[in-house]
């Protein structure tokens, strides 16, 4: 059994053989096609959002447990074989992994059936200013920086550290970069941020960036979280719209935003609204942990070994690549429909969002 922070993980189950594509499309049971890849490279972060990590005993993940950068492209290179069009990498903060601008590189020189492959990254954008230039060099397409609040106090307090110029800084690089779109993130916080929706949307609209509100996830280390202190993505809308005018874009197809333009455009704003008006049905998205799990869902319990494949030397080149791919083949025929928050028997995921990526 897989082990990870101390806590027994649920292997994935084994599809029966019939059940699992030998070739194809990456494709689940209910015709879903897989085509973005989110790769954790670590779970560590320079901030201890109370939504995500306790401000002191995060069990890391042991260092020899965390996929090396050949590991992490060889995966990455099986998917693309699979179908994988798009990587997002993420984390904890991904921009902490030393080598993180290697990885963008060798990821974006990979060939996908659709062209370069698609690299992006999120992250609390602290790093960027020193290092947006090489990242660009290397081939980064797109960025999300995570901004919940533009209050100094609020943000020393929702991240436990004093990092509010540093976040914006960062942001200023972002935007002078010139990759387009940039996506700003922000979870909507019932009595922290929820006084700052209009603020944050008029920030986005004027550093042209497209700001994306998300409902607070059950995902945090501390398993505290409440659906009904949650912020609705109807209650989001409906604030903004004290001040904007919203026109749904249409269009939408797998992404996990329901987007709206504000006052006629150009300018956009998104919703991720998780909980309360789930995306399932269109979800294209597979994980991988920056331990070697892949993860057909944010939300799952199981998990599926790739770390041992990749690290068993009785295999040669050609048996680990057909076994990585049996293995992320077999996750996603394991898929379920949905995420299954409303469910009775809903189970907060044993990991926290720091060790799965976002």
């Excluded at 806590?7 to 096609?33: F, M, S, T």
């Excluded at 990590?53 to 890391?60: D, E, R, S």
Aim: glycine share 8%; aromatic share 4%; charged share 30%.
């Amino acid at each position: 059994m897989a082990v990870s922070l101390g806590i027994p993980l649920i292997r994935a189950a084994e599809p029966a053989p019939a059940e699992v594509p030998q070739d194809g499309p990456l494709v689940d049971r209910y015709g879903r096609a897989h085509r973005d890849l989110r790769i954790s490279l670590t779970d560590r972060c320079s901030l201890r959002c109370t939504y995500c990590m306790p401000v002191t005993g995060v069990p890391w993940l042991p260092k020899d447990t965390l996929l090396t950068t050949d590991e992490l492209v060889r995966v990455a290179e099986v998917s693309a074989s699979l179908g994988i069009v798009e990587m997002r990498l993420t984390g904890g903060e991904p921009l902490l992994r030393p080598d993180v601008v290697t990885v963008v590189r060798r990821l974006a020189a990979i060939e996908t059936e659709a062209g370069r492959m698609r690299v992006s990254i999120t992250t609390n954008g602290l790093a960027l200013p020193k290092m947006m230039d090489d990242l660009v060099d290397a081939g980064l397409e797109r960025l999300n920086v995570s901004i919940d609040t533009l209050d100094r106090e609020k943000y020393r307090d929702l991240t436990r550290r004093d990092r509010l110029d540093d976040a914006l800084e960062g942001i200023r690089a972002a935007r002078a970069s010139g990759l387009r779109p940039l996506k700003l993130n922000a979870v909507a916080m019932r009595g922290v941020n929820d006084d700052e929706l209009r603020d944050l949307l008029r920030f986005a609209v004027e550093h042209e960036a497209e700001l994306r509100f998300i409902e607070q996830m059950p995902l945090d280390a501390g398993h505290t979280w409440r659906r009904d202190a949650m912020v609705e993505g109807e209650e989001i809308l409906a604030e903004l719209r004290r001040e904007f005018s919203l026109e749904r874009v249409a269009g939408r197809g797998a992404s996990p935003a329901e987007v709206f333009a504000v006052d006629g455009g150009p300018a956009t704003v998104g919703v991720i609204a998780s909980v309360t008006a789930p995306f399932c049905g269109a979800c294209d998205r597979v994980r991988l942990t920056a331990d070697g799990q892949i993860r057909n869902c944010l939300f799952a319990r199981e998990e599926s070994d790739l770390r041992a494949v990749l690290r068993d030397e009785a295999l040669d080149e050609p048996g680990r690549d057909a076994a990585i791919a049996r293995i992320i083949r077999g996750s996603i025929a394991a898929k379920r429909p949905g995420h299954g928050i409303d469910e009775p028997g809903f189970l907060q995921p044993q990991r926290p969002m720091s060790a799965i990526g976002g």
